[in-house]
Nanobody, 122 residues
Framework: QVQLVESGGGLVQAGGSLRLSCAASGRTFSSYAMGWFRQAPGKEREFAAAISWSGGSTYYADSVKGRFTISRDNAKNTVYLQMNSLKPEDTAVYYC???????????????WGQGTQVTVSS
């Protein structure tokens, strides 16, 4: 069992940067792959980025590739999402997830955080 709490969201101008954090409880955090999803107003939740349990493999949606960087610090039970060159279309609620790495992609698990709002203005 793991509990997730996101933080770091806020309002930024286009082209700006923001770093999201997801703090996990429990000593089993390092055994999970971790992912970030986002949900824009009126749209379904979509995958943004993921990282393997060891941090050795990362995965990104095409929409954020080259701009976002996911990382984790297992000693701190925390996963991060560094977001650079933000665009208005990045505006969404961002959710942290504890899951698994499949054959070549991330498989979402049943553990989700409450979400943190990211708003990018023009």
């Amino acid at each position: 069992q793991v509990q997730l709490v996101e933080s770091g969201g806020g309002l930024v101008q286009a082209g700006g940067s923001l770093r999201l954090s997801c703090a996990a409880s429990g000593r089993t955090f390092s055994s999970y792959a971790m992912g970030w999803f986002r949900q824009a107003p009126g749209k379904e939740r979509e995958f943004a980025a993921a990282i393997s349990w060891s941090g050795g493999s990362t995965y990104y949606a095409d929409s954020v590739k080259g701009r976002f960087t996911i990382s984790r610090d297992n000693a701190k039970n925390t996963v991060y999402l560094q977001m650079n060159s933000l665009k208005p279309e990045d505006t969404a609620v961002y959710y942290c997830n504890a899951g698994f790495i499949g054959y070549s992609d991330y498989v979402a698990g049943g553990y989700w955080g409450q979400g943190t709002q990211v708003t990018v203005s023009s």
